[in-house]
């Protein structure tokens, strides 16, 4: 017979239950949980034709980016991105803004693109015209009919996306290319005529386009990236060493010298932005290292070089600087006879430096 005093279950009725326990916890939020999903369809365009596309400034912001399998389009990238792979694209045309790594184009035809880079490759294409900003050796494998010119463009984040990519616009490799394919007594690449225009080959967006509200210019005096002659050959025997060391105006003043020299009929052939340690400038610069050591022990930065060629640069860039520069630590060419020793001295420590 049971016993009528039986102990009570310690276990809650479910009424009980809901009533002591009616809120749950919150889950916890971490940080991965806040950001904004990403949709891979915002990083690509693909198998569009006869179309005006692209991304707008801010849109990337530093994404991987992939085009594929267009045709007859015009492509406007107008933002910082990590790297970017062009497959498969016929008869485009193509802007893309600065990227931190490589650009890529794979199996395409026809191609005409003005593009700014840490690394530019090609494998298997045919017939592309490049205005290029290239921070190392450009390379082409199989590709033939590729033609190559200095990036010469403007829109008003551009600045503002090259230093968000981490490239100077000083270092520009865009005429020393590298064909890992060649073909005896064929040439696979060659330079566009100076007289190239970006806007004959890359027009810009037209006014009914999503990409109107961009002010483009492809004026080189406009232009970012500094126009240089690169690897055409010099119209003058005498070139003329100017470095600027490191200051609070050091671009601004190299863009100055540039535009006081071609204002006088002087060429730009090369420029370069690199870290010198005080050992460096001992060699580099040899019976007149001794100032600008003393500088580079004081002020740390980078210096930016440029070449200038013409007859009579030597002393036109030594009047400009007495004229402009006066406040600021520069080493420019003193003699037009060993002015040719100093470029190389210079320019052949910067590419070691920077393994070209």
Same mark, same amino acid.
């Given at each position: 017979?049971? /016993?009528?005093?039986?102990?009570?279950?310690?276990?809650?009725?479910?009424?009980?239950?809901?009533?002591?326990?009616?809120?749950?916890?919150?889950?916890?939020?971490?940080?991965?949980?806040?950001?904004?999903?990403?949709?891979?369809?915002?990083?690509?365009?693909?198998?569009?034709?006869?179309?005006?596309?692209?991304?707008?400034?801010?849109?990337?912001?530093?994404?991987?980016?992939?085009?594929?399998?267009?045709?007859?389009?015009?492509?406007?990238?107008?933002?910082?991105?990590?790297?970017?792979?062009?497959?498969?694209?016929?008869?485009? #045309?193509?802007? &893309?803004?600065?990227?931190?790594?490589?650009?890529?184009?794979?199996? /395409?035809?026809?191609?005409?693109?003005?593009?700014?880079?840490?690394?530019?490759?090609?494998?298997? /294409?045919?017939?592309?015209?490049?205005?290029?900003?290239?921070?190392?050796?450009?390379?082409?494998?199989?590709?033939?009919?590729?033609?190559?010119?200095?990036?010469?463009?403007?829109?008003?984040?551009?600045?503002?996306?090259?230093?968000?990519?981490?490239?100077?616009?000083?270092?520009?490799?865009?005429?020393?290319?590298?064909?890992?394919?060649?073909?005896?007594?064929?040439?696979?690449?060659?330079?566009?005529?100076?007289?190239?225009?970006? !806007?004959?080959?890359?027009? %810009?967006?037209?006014?009914?386009?999503?990409?109107?509200?961009?002010?483009?210019?492809?004026?080189?005096?406009?232009?970012?990236?500094? &126009?240089?002659?690169?690897?055409?050959?010099?119209?003058?025997?005498?070139?003329?060493?100017?470095?600027?060391?490191?200051?609070?105006?050091?671009?601004?003043?190299? #863009?100055?010298?540039?535009?006081?020299?071609?204002?006088?009929?002087?060429?730009?052939?090369?420029?370069?932005?690199?870290?010198?340690?005080?050992?460096?400038?001992?060699?580099?610069?040899?019976?007149?290292?001794?100032? !600008?050591?003393?500088?580079?022990?004081?002020?740390?930065?980078?210096?930016? %070089?440029?070449?200038?060629?013409?007859?009579?640069?030597?002393?036109?860039?030594?009047?400009? %600087?007495?004229?402009?520069?006066?406040?600021?630590?520069?080493?420019?060419?003193?003699?037009?006879?060993?002015?040719?020793?100093?470029?190389?001295?210079?320019?052949?420590?910067?590419?070691?430096?920077?393994? !070209?």
């Amino acid at each position: 017979m049971g /016993c009528c005093f039986s102990k009570k279950s310690k276990r809650k009725s479910p009424e009980k239950e809901d009533l002591t326990n009616n809120t749950d916890e919150a889950p916890k939020q971490y940080s991965w949980d806040k950001r904004e999903k990403v949709d891979p369809k915002d990083y690509m365009l693909t198998g569009l034709k006869d179309a005006t596309v692209g991304r707008l400034p801010g849109k990337l912001n530093g994404q991987q980016f992939v085009i594929q399998e267009c045709e007859n389009c015009n492509i406007f990238v107008f933002d910082h991105s990590a790297t970017v792979t062009i497959d498969d694209c016929v008869n485009c #045309r193509i802007v &893309l803004g600065p990227v931190k790594g490589s650009v890529f184009f794979r199996d /395409c035809k026809d191609i005409k693109c003005v593009v700014a880079c840490q690394q530019f490759r090609t494998r298997d /294409c045919k017939k592309m015209e490049v205005f290029l900003c290239c921070a190392t050796q450009p390379i082409i494998e199989s590709s033939t009919g590729m033609k190559f010119g200095c990036f010469q463009y403007y829109y008003p984040e551009l600045a503002f996306h090259f230093k968000d990519a981490g490239l100077s616009i000083f270092n520009n490799n865009w005429s020393n290319i590298h064909d890992f394919t060649p073909v005896s007594e064929q040439n696979n690449w060659s330079l566009l005529p100076e007289s190239a225009s970006v !806007l004959d080959s890359v027009p %810009a967006p037209d006014a009914e386009s999503d990409f109107k509200s961009v002010r483009v210019s492809a004026d080189p005096a406009r232009s970012i990236v500094p &126009l240089t002659k690169g690897g055409r050959r010099k119209d003058s025997e005498e070139s003329c060493l100017v470095v600027f060391f490191a200051g609070d105006y050091t671009t601004a003043n190299a #863009r100055k010298m540039i535009d006081e020299a071609t204002s006088k009929g002087l060429v730009l052939i090369q420029t370069k932005e690199v870290s010198m340690r005080p050992e460096d400038v001992k060699r580099v610069f040899q019976n007149n290292a001794d100032d !600008l050591v003393e500088w580079t022990n004081k002020v740390k930065g980078p210096v930016i %070089a440029l070449e200038l060629n013409g007859d009579g640069v030597v002393e036109a860039c030594n009047n400009a %600087a007495a004229e402009v520069f006066s406040g600021t630590k520069i080493f420019i060419s003193d003699n037009k006879n060993t002015s040719a020793r100093d470029v190389d001295n210079f320019f052949n420590f910067a590419d070691m430096q920077m393994g !070209l």
